[in-house]
């Protein structure tokens, strides 16, 4: 969890420049156009899946967090106000950036073990169904977290979402 939002913390203090933001925008709002719930989960889905590829899901990881940290960096440029908003926040203070955090953190740690099996030369049979019920666990967090992140996302563009502390 430690490395992942630090990674996502370094992503987050990017310069973006404004014509790389612009761009970033465009092409975040065509993904988001018609998302909703399961569109979420699928996204997210995709990329916690690799996370459980023995060693590349380390760093396929550490580079997704660090990616969307960049991300809320190339968002804050296009709008400042949102600047007000600690990029952790978004992590530890939403319920589904806690699911989403808790998910990813599973598959990179899956990932760092078999590796470190393979290293040593022990037999994966025995990983094989911890790390099946981890990817169970992972995909119920993530199905769960994008409906409820396509639910909070529809209750602040209603207005009716109030987040203590920030007034943006």
Known sequence: MGAFAAAYQIGSMSTVGEE?????????EELVL????FGIFTHNTTLALPMFIPGFGVAWG??????????????????PELSAIPPLSILFLSPFGVMELVAYSLGISRSYILIRAIAKKINL?????????EI???VGLLLAGGYLEFYMIELAEEGG????????
């Not at 550490?62 to 968002?75: H, K, M």
């Open 136 to 138: 169970g666990i992972v």
């Open 161 to 168: 979402l109030d987040l203590p502390g920030f007034d943006v």
């Open 20 to 28: 790389e933001a612009a761009l970033f925008m465009k092409e975040f």
């Open 125 to 133: 049979t025995t990983f094989i169904k911890p790390t099946v019920i």
């Open 34 to 37: 018609d998302i909703d719930g």
């Open 62 to 79: 550490l580079f997704s967090a660090w990616s969307t940290g960049f991300a809320f960096a190339a968002i804050v440029t296009v709008a």
